[in-house]
């Protein structure tokens, strides 16, 4: 890959297909109690749109398609999607948001959750933000929208969380700097070396070995990026033990060599060379 400095800040944070770079921004947003004399004339919407319900029910036509939505349900429409709906009473709460042009978003057009509760503290403090105005109140409302958002996105895929592989997930992350073994890791999860590695990758997609990378790969580049730092200082400051598999780990997960993404972290924030 070419290492040519350029302007532009390294990143780390590569898109996947399941993950793709979003910059949504909120447009509107309401929370609202729909009457049964509630509806929506058949439209074209130039906008992506979020709806949850929170109590009752209502009745979609979506590109000439009847959809009914329930409580717990996230009706979700794409700019371009045409829509009527009526109702016999209906709490929900609808979210408008645009994507920059080159971006898009493909979800489920009605996910039943079995409940919304993850949500309802979000719900209740954006009320709060966006009826209030105070200064800076689009920026808070944005943040708020983007946790929303977040979840619907990425944490409903997920699947359920194991107690075992958090506890080796947390320890990492808090000894990422020291020597990490698949024994050591199974004795604090209290499970059999061999069955740990195992229940890690099926729950989580990725090896123990490639998440400890991950983790210290990501740790590295922070580091870098101050310029207070050498590449060896680095290398052992994140738990590596030898500085040429660190550099060779370090290119392939991030495509530069920690020389490079040092340098080129350093002209994007102003400051000087230094190899």
């Keep these: 890959m070419d290492e040519s400095l350029n302007n532009e800040r390294p990143s780390i944070f590569h898109e996947t297909e399941l993950a793709p770079a979003l910059h949504p921004r909120l447009c509107y947003f309401v929370k609202k109690e729909c009457l ?14 979020l709806l949850f319900v929170l109590k009752g029910s ?24 045409i829509r009527s709906a009526t109702t016999r009473g209906m709490t929900c709460v609808s979210l408008d948001f645009l994507l920059n042009d080159d971006e898009s978003l493909d979800l489920p057009e009605v996910t039943a959750t079995g409940g919304l509760g993850d949500f309802l503290s979000l719900f209740t403090e ?7 105005k105070r200064p800076g109140y689009q920026m808070k409302c944005q943040a708020l ?22 506890i080796i997930k947390r320890h990492i992350l808090q000894n990422y700097d020291k020597k990490l073994t698949i024994s050591s890791l199974a004795r604090k999860a209290k499970l059999h070396p061999a069955y740990c590695g195992s229940l890690f990758k099926k729950t989580e997609g990725t090896g123990i070995s490639d998440f400890i990378n991950h983790v210290r790969i990501n740790k590295a580049a922070s580091l870098l990026e101050t310029g207070e730092y050498t590449v060896g200082e680095v ?41």
Aim: hydrophobic share 35%.
């Design 36 to 49: 049964p004399n509630w509806q929506i004339n058949e439209q074209e919407i130039l906008f992506y749109d």
């Design 126 to 132: 954006l009320d709060f933000e966006w009826l209030q």
């Design 235 to 275: 290398s052992d400051k994140t738990g590596f033990s030898d500085i040429y598999y660190f550099s060779k780990t370090f290119k392939r997960m991030t495509g530069l060599s920690p020389n490079s993404y040092k340098n080129k972290a350093l002209i994007s924030s102003g400051g000087a060379d230094l190899i």
């Design 58 to 81: 209502a009745d979609y036509i979506i590109n000439g398609r009847p959809r009914t939505v329930e409580e717990g349900d996230i009706l979700f429409l794409a700019p371009g999607s």
């Design 145 to 166: 929208f983007s946790l929303i958002l977040h979840k619907v996105v990425y944490e409903n895929r997920e699947a359920p969380l194991n107690a075992h592989v958090e």
